[in-house]
Structures are given as C-alpha cells and as structure tokens.
C-alpha cells in the first residue's frame, strides 16, 4: 500500500497540516518516501474520527481523550504518531456575571457533552470541590456555542478556541477556569491505525518530516505561512497568534520526545480513562476505567495488556529530533 | 399474456411482495454487517442484533444509572412534545396567515412577496438571531420547527384556498355573506382538511428540523441522543432510534390520514394516497 | 316604475366590446329568458345584473336606484356548477342562507331561532324534493339534485330577482324536464322576478314569460371586435307559445338539423 | 362600501405593498442594529451596513490572499453545482422509480411501502453510514440532496401518474400501445411538467441539505463558509451569504416555473400559483 | 358466422348481478345503440367487449374465438371524455394512433413512414372537419372539437368494432347534432360495426341499425342486486323509423314531458 489518507479538522493546533498540503511539503515528504498522502479536510470533528475509526482513513487528527473513547473504544487499535500540541488555555469554562468557579453551582452549563470541554468541566469543579452533580450539563454544538452566549438563560459555557476568545469579547464574560490550570491534559494529536502503520513506517516517516518542516517555519515567526493558516480557519493573523498564545506547540521535536517520554502523560491518561469511565464511554461491557489498555514509550502500561488499543510511541518524532528523517 | 400494466396481484400477494423489500434490506444489512464484525470484532458501524437488543434493553427498559428514568421514554416525550407543539403552532399560524393570503386581494399583493421570500431563506443559517429572539430553552427548539414549517403550509393553503371555485364566494355573498362570515362559514371549513394533509406531507420536514434543533442544544429528546452517542459511534442505539423516528412518522402520517377522512367525510377531492 | 331599468348600456372590455346599446325594461315578476351565440355576452350580462361587473357606460338602475357594485342578498344566483358548498349536509347549505343572512358575525344561530331556521329549512328542501336527501352531502347527490339544492338555497331567502346561468346545461334530458316543472312552479308561487341564460332554444320557450335574445347585428370582419352584440329579438313567450317555436325554429335550420326538433 | 374581499389593489399599488414589508423590515433591522451598537459597538450579532458593504467588499470583490480566487464566486459555483447535481440525480431516479410505482400494480404493491418507509428515515442520523458508502468528497454531499429529495418526489410523481385518467391508458390500448410505448408515450410527456413543479417545491428542502451537507465536509461552497464565520459569529458574512441563498432560490423557482410553461404550454392544470 | 356471439352471458360483481341471460349475436357493419335507466349495466356491457371486464359466465365470442382479456386494436373505444391526450396537438395525438400500432419499441415513426403517417392523420382530420385545427392542443378546442377528434384518433388505425359510451352526453344540443351526421357518415364510409351507449333515445332511434334497450325484467324489492338488466327490446331502427320513436316516446311520457318532443 502507498497510497495514504489522512484526516483533518479546522483547528489551531492543525492548521499547520492545512499550510503543508497547500503548499506542497506533504507531497514534498511522501515523495521522498516513495508514497502518496492524501490530508482530507473534513469540518465535522466528530465525523473526521468515526470515519476514521470506520476505517475510510488511514489516520485522523484528535486528541488524547478522544482517540482513547472512540477508536480504542471501538476496538481499532491506534497509535499516537505525533503529539503536536496541548492546550494551554484554548479551552476554558466562562460564567455571565460570576466572577469564580465555584459559583457555577446550580447553574445550566452549557458544553460539547463527552468531548475535552466536559472533561475539563470536570477537572475544574473537583478543583473547588464540587462534582458533576452539582450543575446541569446542557449538550451544546460548538459552531453555536458562541451565539448561545448572546440567549438570556445560557449563564455558563466550557467552549474551546476560537468560540472561547470570541466569547471573551463580549459583555459580561469571565474566565473563571481554563486549561492552563491542567497542562498537558488536553494533547492534540495524530493518530495513524496501529497496523497500518506497522506495515508503513514510510508513512510515519514523510508524515513526522511535512510536520516538523512548518513547525520550523513557525518557530521562526513566518508571517506568511501564518497569514495562509489564520485564512483558512476564518480569521486573520492576529486572531490566529491569539489563538496560538494559549496552545503550547512543541516547534521543537526535542520538546516533543520529552513530553512524550514524561511519567505526566501516563497519569494524565489514567484521569481521562477514568472519566471516560464513569460517563460510559469505554463501552458499556467495561467493568473498570483499565479495560482498554494504553501502551506509552519505555514500556510504561496503563490497563489490560491483553486489550491494547492506543499507544503513545516516540520512535519518529526521535528520528526527527535527531535529524533522521 | 395480459400486458404487464394489467396484471393485478392479489391481496395476499401484493402483502408478501411488500415484505420483501424490507426482508431483502434486512439479510443485506446482517450479511454486511457480519462481514465486518468478522475483521474487527469491536466494529461499531453496523453492530449485529445482539448489540442492537443489547442497546435496546439498556435504553428502553433498564432504568438509568444517573436519573433513574427510562432513557428512550423520556427521549421519544421530550421530542414528541416539541414536535407536536411545533406543529400545531404551525399549523394555527398558517392558518391565519394563509387564508387571508388566499383570499384578500390586498393582503395577498402586500404579503404574498414577502411570504415567498421568507419561506426561502433557510433557518439554519440564522440560528443566532434565532437563539436572541427565542433563547436556548424550548421555546428555541419550537421556534426552529416553527420557522421551518410554517411557511410551507402557508403557501399550500394559499395556493388551496385560491382554488376554491370563484363561484362559491359569489354565491355566499348573495345570500348575505360579509367577508368574515365567508372566511368562517365557507372557507375555514372548507380548508380544514387540506390544512391537515398538508401538515402530514410537512411532518418530514418537522422531523429534520426537530432533529437539528436537538442536535444544537437540548438535554433530552432523540435527536439529543443520536448525536450525543455519535460522539463514541454507537450505532447500536443509533439505528434502533432511527427505526424508532421512522416509524413514529409513518404512523403519524398513517393517523392523520384517517383521522381526515373520519373527521371530513365530504372530502375526497385533492386527496393523497401516495 | 320597473324593476330594472337599463338605458343605452355598453359593456367594454379593453377593445373588446361586448355590449353595445342596450335597452330594456324588467318588470317585478317577469321570467325572462336570455339565448345567443357563444361568446355574445350573456354571461356578462348577468354578472352586471349580478354586480361582479360594473357596465362601461348607460344607464343601469335597479327599483330605480343604482345597482349595487357586488353581489347582495336581493339577487341569488345559480350557477352551471360549483355553487352547492361541499362541506355542509344538504340541509346544512340551506341552513347556511339564513344563517349568513341573519348572523353578521358568528354567520350561526343558535337555539330557538336555529330550529326555526332549521323546519323552514326543511319545507324549502320539500318544496324542491329533496326531503329524503336532507343528511347528504352534495357529492352523493346527482347533478339535477344538486341544481335543486342550489335554487333552494338562494329561494329560501326570499330575493327578489333570481338569476340563472345555464343551470341545466350539465343535466340529462329527463332529469332537465324535471327542472323546469320546478322552477316554473317555485316562480309562480313565490313572485319571483327570473332572470336565466340558456343554450338551448327550447328550453327558453317552453320557460319564462319573455325571450331575449342576444346577437350582434353588425360585423366586421378585420375587427372582430369593435361591435358588441345587442337584444335582436324581445318577444312574449309561454308554455302555450308553441307557433313561435316552429317559426324561429325553422330559421335556425341552418345551425341545428332535423333531429333537433 | 365594498366588502373587503372585493377590493382590488391597482397594478401600481399591489406593486409598492408587496415592497411594503421588506421596507418595513429593513427598517426593523436597521433600528435594532443601531440599539445594540449603541450599547456595545463590537456586537457581532446584527451588524451595521458598513459592516455589510466591508464584508461583501472582502468576500466578493477582493480575491483572497490564500488562493487569489474570489471566494464568493468559488462558494457559489461549488454550490450550486453540487446542488444542482444533486436535483439532476434526484429528477431522474425520481422518474424512474415514480412512474413505475405510479403505473404498474406488481411495483407498487412491491415497492410503495418500503419507498414510503424510507421517505421518513431523516438522513441526518444515518451519516456515518452514508460516508462511508459515499466517501467524503464531492459525491458524498450530492448523495445527501438525492437521498433527502428523492423520496419526496417519488412520492408526488406516483401520486400524479395515478391521477392520469384510467380512460387514456385504455384509449392507448386501445390504439396498440403496449405497457413500454404507453409509459414513453403517454405517461412520461405528462409528468414531465409535473416534475418540474414537484422539483421546484423540493427546492427548499434541496438547499438544507446541500447546506448541511457542506457544514460537514467541504472546503468551499455558500454552507461552508457559512458554517466557517459562525464560530466567530461573523453576521456580517452569514447574512450577505443568507440573502445570497434566498435570493438564489428564489430565482430558481422562478426560472423553473417560467420554464415549465414555457415548455409545456398545454400544461396548466395543477399549477401552483404560490 | 356473427363478429360477436353472445349466449346466456352474466355478469356479477360479488352479489349483485348486474347482466343476466343475455343472448346477442352482433354482424359485421351494425350500428347499434344501448339505452337503458342509469346503473342498468350499459357500461359494464361495454367494458366486457373492450377486455376490460370478464363475464362472469356464458359464451362471449369475437369472430368466433373467446373475447382477448384486455384493451387490443381490434376494439376502438370514445369516452364520454379524458379520451384525447393533452400533452399532444391535433395532429400529434391523431399521429400517435399510428405510432403506437406500427412501433412497438419507441411508440414513434420517422423519415417516411412518419410522413406518409401525417398525411394520413392529415386525410383523417379533414374528413372529422378539424384540418384547421391540426397544430392546436386539446384544451383549445370545445367539447365537440374533442370528441371529434377521439373519434378521429381511433379510425384512422381502422378498428373492426368502434365502442362508444355517450360520446356526445357532455355536448350542446346543436353541436350534437353535427356530431351525428358525421358518425353516421364515418360509418357508412368505413364499413364500421359500431356500439354506442346513450341516454338519449332520441340518440339511439335517430343513428343506429338496431336499438338494444336494457333494463331488469324481475325485481326484488328486498334485494334489489338480486336480478341483473337483460335485453328487453332488440328493434331495428334507423333514419326513417320516426313512427317507432313516437310510440316508444308515448310509453315513456312518466318520465320526460312534452318538452323532450
Ligand atoms: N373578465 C374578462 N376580461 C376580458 N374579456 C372578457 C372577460 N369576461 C368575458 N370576456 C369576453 O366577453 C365576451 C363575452 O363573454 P361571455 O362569457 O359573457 O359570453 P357568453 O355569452 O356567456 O358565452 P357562453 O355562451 O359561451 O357562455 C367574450 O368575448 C369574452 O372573451
Ligand atoms: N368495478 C365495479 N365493482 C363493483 N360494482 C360495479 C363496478 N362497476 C360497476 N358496478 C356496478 O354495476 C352496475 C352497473 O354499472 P354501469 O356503470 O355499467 O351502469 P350504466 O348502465 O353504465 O349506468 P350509467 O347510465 O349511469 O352510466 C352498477 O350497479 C354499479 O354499481
Ligand atoms: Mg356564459
Ligand atoms: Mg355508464
């Protein structure tokens, strides 16, 4: 097999995949390899990975919470390539008039349900000691997240960017819990299926490469490259370095190794694995949040060993840091 | 050998030959979903019965976990509720806006325009404005099955009351008639059927908008939970709900249908029995 | 002073002129039957009687005052088809007279003067046999019953002048004859003034007390339209007319064959 | 004084009301927009007309700096071609299946529950299936519109063949016709006209689709971009694009009504003058 | 050997017999008329020689051999209307007659048949009197225009039996008339055997060889479906036979009136 494709969806820690298709560094990498890839933007997040997991595409831009309740939970064995990025305040819950996070007791909350921003809505309250019980979860799209703020009865809101920055213009808006309070949590990621890519690491190769070529061009501030990626997500350069602001990218694959290799990603792997858990969503014949086993590099585990379905390795982005590729 | 255009199969026949379709549909659907459970056993895109029952029982007759309530009971009346009040205001507005369009020379050149151009433009794209004017509660959900349906009823009854032969109004004016009179003893009644077969050819277009509605913000109703269990693809509630919804909307038209004929034994003309 | 008066009428649409120069007089309890080619303008001529059109010029007074400009309760009308309401029982669409008529608003009564309304109702339906059919609606009564029901509906309400646009046009000989026992009944008893269109030559003598007959007199070939049609003939007819008949039958020879007589 | 029923507008007048309400309701909107700038002048849910003209300036006349197209011209083009794609496809097996299901008595007995039943499914619930049958790309979105139109007018086309008087098919027998030459003959220059209308009143239901379908996966068309700015909640792209869309449709039932007359001018009975 | 035999036919529709004991032999070049009260079963009668109908029982033969089960080109058919199609001109729907008989597959001719079919078409529309019509559509032309040209669509493929079922009941009496003259034309022109149904009996008595008359012999006042029409008159008539009309008329005088005369 060298023909490839990969999905992707319009956000900020992804634009860079748009800029290397557009701009022909994808084919550039897949050349040198002697293969195709094929990045198809598809808008709905959430179609993106089921099609992927569906197995229409060969890998699929996530992130960790997802990657481990949707494919791993549906039994497609899936590898983390590339973490590109965490949030770093790209998510963040917001209350109308309130001014601190515990006050959100009682209130309607209104979130992407069983998505990250449920996640940290969870995170947030176990800070003030409350617990999902103590509000309401109202399952909100986020392409109307912003518009639900401008209603009378939405009075708190979990949006990620751009919807969160969007919001924080208008009246009334406080930020009362972000994920800069649980860095590392919220990873943005490409996840490739497991067997395909034991079968091609030619794909993991060219793909870590387009990657690191524009975070290069990043690092160094490209006003054009940027330009190219704030258009295509809607907005313009200074909208997008905003948006970059609060997304702590790894320019250097150094930074990557080291985040993936860190003990954090375990722990924060488990948390996940144990919300996901409690809301259902690891399938409803789990018996405990280790029913899905996750692989990460030096041989740490979490869960079942005999149900590994997502793995964290560090093997290309090496490659990368060490000029191999 | 009788042309083909002329062959009538009996009842019994025509029974079983109606069957089929759906018989053949089913054995597809088992045969390609086999095939696929056969690669990958976790697949969730076409589960195979025993998930379906499985996921039918956790939904329809085990309590849930969180709220003690049957989860698809409170779906299927959330959702009926919105529906049917959605409806029935759309059918009162259009009524009110319809009959005078059809049938008031300077309404209809002062609204009919108008009428045509909003009935055109499409809800989805202006749900914020929607969400200011309507909030995000129920009301919103109504609002957008409201908006979206409205305007279709009103240009059929337009179109239907504009079809009332002239000559009835002629007719009712000399016998005394005032143009109220006429609208509530010839016209409204007159109306009435048509009004309900074309709710029942809109409750299609009800259900996308009910659906969508839900999709976008709600914390109950089967709209809310096909998209919120798209998030971890269970199909296995999925297409059980989907089932669910068509067959809700096949009775529904099934009911109104006979509850027309029951209700307006007179009318027969313009019916439908596609 | 007549009923209805009409001086030096025309009738215009656009460049079509339909009438031209009509005069005539109608007094209070004529049956005047009107006949002419297609197209002549009878029709129209009736929707003026009627108000659904105004005339172009002349004048056009009814009991001496100007005719009302649409359709009221002194002039009932029947048309060739359409004029029963589908919705309501036979009993109902007579019902419906009154209860327009008398109701303003609710267009309904209500107790004691429902019941009323209702055994008048019933006496009219008697009058023109439709007794038995009282509890059906119209789309169970065949085209004749359904005529009747028409004309009930208008008489019961007493008008003055009733108008008739080729009623029976659409019924069956046999069913026709019926008809024209009825109506030349309900026109003595009730002194009604009737004013009725018909194709059919016939008809408009063994009918009525007085034959209008419409025609154009002057013709131009490269302007079909610029001369409207006129009254030709305004002759006293009757049952007992039976001479005429022959006579103008005759000269209509040409149109009609030997069947038709 | 006339009853109200019977006043007629001049030519003149029914002109300037019909205009009336778009008046009034620019003004509305003008009024509204200014109130909630006055409160906070970076509001974004009613912009001003400078906004408008600014945005349509960007999005229209001003080529973009990504691709050097213009966008406004490349959404549109993309659009309308998956949309009329799609009601090409849709006409087409419409017939195919409608006629048939009209005039045969075997199909109809075989095939108008199972298409009735699928008429109701709402295609929005079942889209991880549909992908993966269709893919992702340019057939998926086309498919969209098919399968959400189809169904509605299959449903009238079958109602219209068997509203075709019994007498013309025994007259066609009559005359040597055969089931194939009556179908070519008779039926389809009939319901020709017919689906037109019927193509025309789906429109509306043709653009929601299209609409979503864009939302989910596209990189360029009018619901794209739409679905892009709402997450900034940029109104003064969405309702330029919204006007955009209603004046669009508008122009095609419009066009497709002129059409129908123009190419069918025997054809008048079951016009919708709505 | 008689084009159509019939002996001791019945026809039943679930308990109520509508035809009982009919006996009939019908030879090549008849004209003859069906009259009969409403619902006696005319059309029904008709339906069976069309193949549209199945008798419920009896010997029902064409040239001999069973009757062919559905519509075929032998058997001409003209409503009372719906019979032209209006998709087509004039012309078209004369030229779709040929098309239909002589191209099975596309149901069109082209280059010199299609031709040679025009001219025919053409032929055909001038001996029916509507050669000025041949490019209008059906809904320009009146009643009679459209008749005439169901009457034109099913001669020209030249049928041995033309079946009409009250052809001329929707039309005005003069225009009625013409259509006679040129039925009776056509008829004896083409060597037609010609079966109509009318309500008319003036109708049946003025056209026409032989006057069939159906009506029910027994009746049960209990069950009214019980007992089905038969052939209760079987008379040769025709042009000249005015005296049996007026004898027959007399015996019906309950029903019309002296108008009908
Ligand atoms: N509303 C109208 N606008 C313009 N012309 C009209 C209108 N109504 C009738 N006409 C014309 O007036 C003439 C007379 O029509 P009218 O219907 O009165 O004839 P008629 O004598 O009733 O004919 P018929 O015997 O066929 O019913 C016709 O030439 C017709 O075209
Ligand atoms: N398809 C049918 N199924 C059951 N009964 C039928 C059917 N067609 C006709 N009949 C019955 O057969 C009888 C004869 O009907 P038919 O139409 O032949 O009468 P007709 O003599 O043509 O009457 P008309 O003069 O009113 O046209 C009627 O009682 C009718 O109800
Ligand atoms: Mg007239
Ligand atoms: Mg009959």
């Known amino acids: 097999k060298d023909k490839f494709t990969v999905s992707w969806t319009i956000y900020v820690g992804w634009m860079p995949w748009d800029y290397a ?3 022909g560094i994808v084919d550039k990498w897949a050349k040198k390899y002697g293969i195709e890839i094929d990045l198809v933007q598809v808008n709905d997040y959430i179609e993106s990975i089921n099609q992927y997991t569906a197995g229409k595409f060969d890998g699929c831009l996530m992130t960790n919470m997802d990657a481990l309740t949707i494919p791993a939970a549906g039994g497609v064995d899936s590898t983390a390539l590339i973490m590109g990025d965490f949030s770093n305040g790209n998510d963040g819950i ?3 008039g309130k001014k601190n996070l515990a006050d959100i007791k009682g209130q309607d909350v209104n979130l992407v349900e069983l998505s990250v921003s449920h996640y940290l809505l969870a995170r947030g309250l176990e800070s003030v000691g409350l617990s999902e019980r103590d509000v309401k979860v109202v399952n909100t799209s986020d392409a109307d997240i912003v518009a639900a703020y401008s209603s009378n009865d939405v009075t708190a809101l979990v949006p990620w960017n751009p919807q969160l920055s969007e919001i924080m213009t208008k009246k009334d808006a406080n930020l009362v819990f ?6 590392g949590e919220i990873i943005d990621m490409l996840v490739i299926n497991t067997e395909i890519l034991k079968d091609n690491p030619k794909l993991a190769k060219a793909l870590t490469g387009a990657w690191f070529e524009v975070m290069s061009l990043m690092k160094k501030g490209d006003t054009k490259a940027l330009t190219f990626m704030a258009e295509a997500s809607g907005t313009d350069l200074a909208g997008y370095k905003s948006q970059l602001k609060s997304t702590k990218m790894f320019y250097d694959p150094k930074e990557a190794v080291e985040f993936a290799d860190s003990s954090a990603l375990p722990n924060t792997m488990k948390k ?8 259902g969503l690891l399938g409803e014949g789990a018996p405990d949040a280790g029913f899905i086993g996750m692989e990460f590099p030096n041989g740490k585990r979490f869960g079942d060993p005999k149900n590994i379905k997502l793995r964290f390795i560090d093997t290309y982005v090496k490659m990368a840091a060490e000029g191999k590729l | 050998m009788k042309r083909f255009m002329n062959l009538k199969p009996s009842k019994v026949t025509a029974f079983f030959l109606g069957l089929l379709p759906f018989i053949i549909a089913g054995i597809f659907y088992i045969v390609a979903s ?10 969730k895109l076409l589960p195979s019965m025993a998930s379906f029952s499985e996921a039918i029982d956790r939904m329809a007759l085990t309590p849930s976990k969180r709220t003690g309530e049957i989860l698809f009971i409170e779906d299927t009346s959330a959702s009926l509720h919105r529906l049917g009040l959605g409806i029935l205001i759309s059918a009162v507005l259009a009524m009110l806006i319809g009959i005078p369009l059809g049938f008031i020379p300077f309404v209809r050149a002062g609204f009919s325009p108008f009428v045509a151009a909003f009935s055109m433009v499409p809800p989805m794209a202006i749900l914020p404005i929607l969400f200011i004017v309507f909030g995000m509660g129920e009301i919103a959900k109504v609002a957008l099955i ?9 240009r059929d009854l337009q179109q239907r009351v504009s079809e009332i032969p002239a000559e009835q109004f002629i007719k009712a004016q000399t016998l005394g008639g005032s143009s109220w009179s006429i609208v509530i003893r010839v016209i409204l009644p007159q109306i009435f059927p048509r009004l309900l077969d074309s709710v029942r050819l809109t409750l299609g277009t009800a259900w996308i908008f009910l659906i969508s509605a839900e999709a976008i913000s709600a914390t109950e109703g ?14 296995d509630v999925i297409l059980p709900y989907v089932a669910w919804i068509t067959f809700l909307a096949f009775l529904f038209d099934y009911l109104l249908k006979k509850l027309t004929y029951k209700l307006f034994p007179w009318y027969s003309a313009g019916k439908e029995n596609a | 002073m007549s009923l209805i008066t009409i001086k030096n009428l025309w009738k215009e649409y656009g460049d079509n002129v339909v009438l031209e120069r009509l005069n005539l007089n109608i007094e209070e309890g004529e049956f005047c039957t009107l006949v002419g080619p297609s197209g002549c303008g009878k029709t129209t001529f009736l929707k003026m009687l009627l108000g659904q059109e105004t005339p172009t010029k002349g004048t056009f007074l009814l009991d001496g005052k100007p005719f009302p400009d649409e359709p009221s309760i002194e002039r009932g009308i029947v048309f060739q088809r359409y004029s029963v309401f589908e919705h309501l029982s036979v009993l109902g669409n007579v019902l419906l007279s009154m209860e327009l008529k008398e109701s303003k608003f609710f267009g309904r009564l209500f107790g004691k003067k429902r019941k009323e309304a209702k055994e008048k109702a019933m006496q009219m339906l008697e009058s023109v046999g439709l007794g038995d059919a009282a509890h059906k609606y119209p789309s169970e009564l065949s085209g004749g019953m359904q005529q009747r029901l028409s004309i009930a509906q208008s008489l019961v309400i007493k008008p003055k002048i009733l108008l008739l646009d080729e009623p029976f046009g659409a019924l069956d000989p046999g069913i026709r004859a019926d008809m024209h026992t009825l109506i030349l009944d ?11 269109v018909t194709h059919d030559l016939h008809e408009s003598f063994y009918l009525g007390s007085r034959l209008l007959v419409f025609d154009k007199v002057r013709y131009d070939e490269q302007a079909p339209n610029a001369y409207g049609a006129r009254i030709t003939y305004d002759i006293p007819v009757g049952n007992e007319k039976g001479a005429i008949l022959t006579k103008v039958d005759k000269s209509r020879k040409k149109e009609t064959n030997n069947y038709d007589n």
Request: no cysteine.
């Open chain 1, 21 to 23: 298709q557009q701009k």
């Open chain 1, 94 to 96: 917001i209350l109308k």
């Open chain 1, 178 to 183: 972000d994920s800069s309070k649980i860095p």
């Open chain 1, 272 to 279: 996940v694995s144990e919300f996901s858990f409690n809301h």
């Open chain 2, 34 to 43: 086999d095939l696929r459970l056969a690669e990958n056993p976790n697949d």
């Open chain 2, 146 to 154: 409201v908006i979206g349906v409205t305007p279709l009823i009103v």
């Open chain 2, 222 to 235: 089967l709209g809310y939970r096909i998209f919120l269990v798209r998030r971890y693809m269970s199909m």
């Open chain 3, 186 to 196: 309900l026109w003595k008893r009730n002194n009604l003034t009737v004013i009725m």
